[in-house]
């Protein structure tokens, strides 16, 4: 299968390499093509990766890495459906924080038949295909209201009273009840997405990926699961 990759903020494709690279191979890094992409602004590094990867490392963002400016948040969901669009088809998409809202957002305004302009066509609306047949979401956060980001408005999405689900696709939502940089934002972003199509595992790691012991096996479970219902059309 051909997964787009996401990295978070503050950090870069290689960032998101090093982190899923035990459920990577775990997968059979042969049996499947991942696509990482690097956001477009120069960003500062997040907490600890100039530990890690050296004090030069360059690293970036999708968007105004304070959500606060709705053109740049919509820039960057146009760039990804633009991306998609060029570049695809893609089986799944792998999201870590940023890139987990970023294709949670792009996935809900699909889903909703709002119409994304891109440079050589729309996204959307009434009978276009989703951009992805599942998701991984790894330390995800709330996605954005792209109806409202056209108006100029940033608004984030949080689960509604109706529990009415806004994706409908085979999802891992992979959380840490430690993450103490975003805290709390694992079960809300369940409670967007069908309950039918939504796994969660919840892990230890904090704002990061498992990467070995029983954290990584249930994260494993998951994934090979959705993998499956993809592969057969479910």
Same mark, same amino acid.
């Given at each position: 299968?051909? %997964?787009?990759? @996401?990295?978070? /903020?503050? $950090?870069?494709t290689?960032?998101?390499?090093?982190?899923t690279?035990? /459920?990577?191979?775990?997968?059979?890094d042969?049996?499947h093509?991942?696509d990482?992409?690097?956001?477009?602004?120069?960003?500062?590094?997040?907490? #600890?990766?100039? =530990?890690?990867?050296?004090k030069h490392?360059?690293?970036?963002?999708y968007?105004?890495?304070? !959500? +606060?400016?709705a053109?740049s948040?919509?820039?960057?969901?146009?760039?990804?459906?633009?991306?998609?669009?060029?570049? #695809?088809?893609?089986?799944?998409?792998? #999201?870590?924080?940023?890139?987990?809202?970023l294709?949670?957002t792009?996935?809900?305004a699909?889903?909703?038949n709002?119409?994304i +302009? $891109?440079?050589?066509?729309?996204?959307?609306?009434?009978? +276009?295909?989703?951009? %992805?047949?599942?998701?991984? %979401?790894?330390? !995800?956060? &709330?996605?954005?209201?792209?109806?409202?980001l056209? =108006?100029?408005?940033?608004v984030? /999405?949080t689960?509604?009273?109706?529990?009415?689900a806004?994706m409908?696709?085979p999802?891992?939502n992979c959380?840490?009840?430690?993450?103490?940089?975003y805290? #709390?934002?694992?079960?809300? /972003?369940?409670?967007l997405c069908?309950a039918?199509?939504? @796994?969660?595992?919840v892990?230890s790691?904090?704002?990061?990926?498992?990467?070995?012991?029983?954290d990584?096996?249930? &994260?494993l479970?998951?994934? $090979?699961?959705i993998l499956?219902?993809?592969?057969k059309g479910?």
């Open positions: 299968m051909r %997964f787009l990759c @996401l990295h978070g /903020l503050g $950090t870069n290689d960032v998101l390499k090093a982190q690279a035990s /459920l990577r191979y775990r997968l059979g042969d049996e093509e991942y990482f992409v690097d956001g477009s602004l120069p960003w500062p590094p997040a907490p #600890g990766i100039q =530990e890690v990867f050296g490392v360059d690293c970036y963002s968007f105004d890495g304070e !959500g +606060r400016s053109s948040i919509l820039d960057a969901v146009t760039d990804l459906a633009d991306y998609v669009t060029s570049n #695809g088809p893609y089986d799944g998409v792998i #999201g870590f924080s940023q890139g987990a809202v294709a949670a792009l996935i809900i699909v889903e909703s709002l119409t +302009r $891109t440079a050589d066509t729309a996204v959307g609306p009434l009978g +276009r295909s989703p951009p %992805f047949q599942c998701a991984i %979401f790894l330390c !995800g956060g &709330l996605p954005f209201d792209v109806s409202a056209q =108006e100029g408005t940033v984030q /999405l689960p509604q009273p109706d529990k009415k806004l409908h696709l999802v891992v959380w840490a009840h430690n993450d103490m940089d805290p #709390g934002m694992g079960p809300p /972003l369940s409670q069908s039918a199509d939504n @796994l969660e595992v892990h790691a904090g704002h990061g990926v498992p990467s070995e012991g029983p990584l096996e249930r &994260l479970v998951a994934v $090979t699961a499956n219902r993809v592969s479910e």
